[in-house]
């Protein structure tokens, strides 16, 4: 009886989206703040250099793609503060239903355009490595800002399925008391297999395009013997690194889920389903360290980018290196060579 009084507790526990180990979720909050006491400066100080260095709206177009990549970090940066503080409190999500839809909306608007541009910028030195002198349409729509904007837009349909409360707690396909109606029921179901679809297939999709075009570079450069290796070479570490940055913060949630649907679905023990929702929590935790490592993807777009860095935040580590150019207007005629490929 009493066993069966502490699953009761425990699966109550889980249905209103409370913490169970404290200990934990505390832990969980003291990473968050770190996540966020480092990356703010690190963000902001890459938003003054393509906004006032840079100039990132009359440089070369791979430079839209990254700037809008700091402004996804950036809705991240916001949500942080009070996710921790839900941490501290024992709740795995704020109890204001406002509140909690704001922070689903501006978490997986994040998600949504970190990994859009991120495959957008390895697609795009994917044609610029693999097919050079081939037409395609990204190139001729990379020249116009608004294919951004046109990113923006079609990520908020694809957002809007996962500002419910039942998505933050895990619950998708769970016991609901309240739906008491076959109808009701299924309904439910059929709006939890969507919101599912949006989530998994926002990440694996993504994933599968940018496994082909690091596969397709990287041949590209072994067969390469004669020519321009450097900037093959530039092009290899850049996949690799969005494909490094993807693989860490985004597929072990995707799999923690999974794992987590499954127990639900095949009606394991609260305990259970208490375990695989900690480690789903723990490793959307770990998602947020994206807004840390992006910044590695601009280093490796673009030589220039992490020389003006460099002369501008670490000048001491410039010594006897010729000050890079601040504004992409100096030259337009001719573009330096160390620009992105």
Known sequence: MANLSASQSIQNEIENCEAINDPLYKFYAAVTIVIFILALPLNASVLHLFIFKLKFWKSNSNNVFLFNLVLADILLLFCL???????????????????????????????????????VTSIDRYFNVVHPGRKNLLRALKKSPQIS???????????????????????????DQEDT????????DVVDSLREVVFFTQILIPFVILVYCTVRIVNRLRKKTVGDRTKLKRAVFLVTTVMVVFSLCFLPCTIARMVLL?????????SHQAK???????????????CLLDPLVYCFCSTKFKALYLSNYFPFLMKGNPQPVESSTANTSHPPRNTVI
């Open 81 to 119: 503060p009070i996710k921790a503080h839900n941490f501290i409190q024992g709740e795995r999500r704020s109890k204001n239903d406002t509140v909690c839809k704001a922070m689903l909306f501006m978490l997986f608007l994040n998600r949504g355009a970190s990994i859009a541009f991120l495959t």
């Open 149 to 175: 904007i046109i990113i923006w837009l079609l990520l908020l349909p694809l957002t809007i399925p996962t500002m419910l409360k039942t998505f933050e707690c895990c619950n998708s396909h769970g016991n």
């Open 181 to 188: 109606v076959k109808r009701d029921a299924v309904i439910k």
């Open 262 to 270: 499954i127990i639900r679905v095949q009606e394991f023990s609260p």
């Open 276 to 290: 695989a929702a900690e480690a789903f929590d723990g490793l959307m935790v770990l998602s947020y360290m994206d």
